[in-house]
């Protein structure tokens, strides 16, 4: 059973920046795609930033330019570098973790951790 443990939320003022941390439990390597998203009050998890076991990555276009998802295969930890923060930004934010093993595709969740931006 993988698990995921965030860390690095916290309360910071708009133009702030903050890290996220996601420690796996298992090698980083073997997951197909490691990813952040997010969910604000009343809104639907959405989508913040993924990273697969090459170099590829993809974000939301309301982050872009301001995010940047990288990640430590040595320390199995995955992380959501956070600059210029806005208060939209305000969410609680899950790290991921899928893999695909034959036809079936395995994701978990981490407990999530609070990012409040204010204004």
């Known amino acids: 059973q993988v698990q995921l443990v965030e860390s690095g939320g916290g309360l910071v003022q708009a133009g702030g920046s903050l890290r996220l941390s996601c420690v796996v439990s298992t090698s980083i390597v073997s997951m197909n795609s490691m990813g952040w998203y997010r969910q604000a009050p009343g809104k639907q998890r959405e989508l913040v930033a993924t990273?697969?076991?090459?170099?590829?990555?993809n974000y939301a276009d309301s982050v872009k330019g301001r995010f940047t998802i990288f990640r430590d295969n040595i320390k199995n930890t995955v992380y959501l570098q956070m600059n210029s923060l806005k208060p939209e930004d305000t969410a609680v934010y899950y790290c991921?973790?899928?893999?695909?093993?034959?036809?079936?595709?395995?994701?978990?969740w981490g407990q999530g951790t609070q990012v409040t931006v204010s204004s």
């Open positions: 991921n973790a899928e893999r695909k093993i034959g036809a079936t595709r395995y994701v978990t």
């Open positions: 990273t697969t076991t090459g170099v590829s990555t």
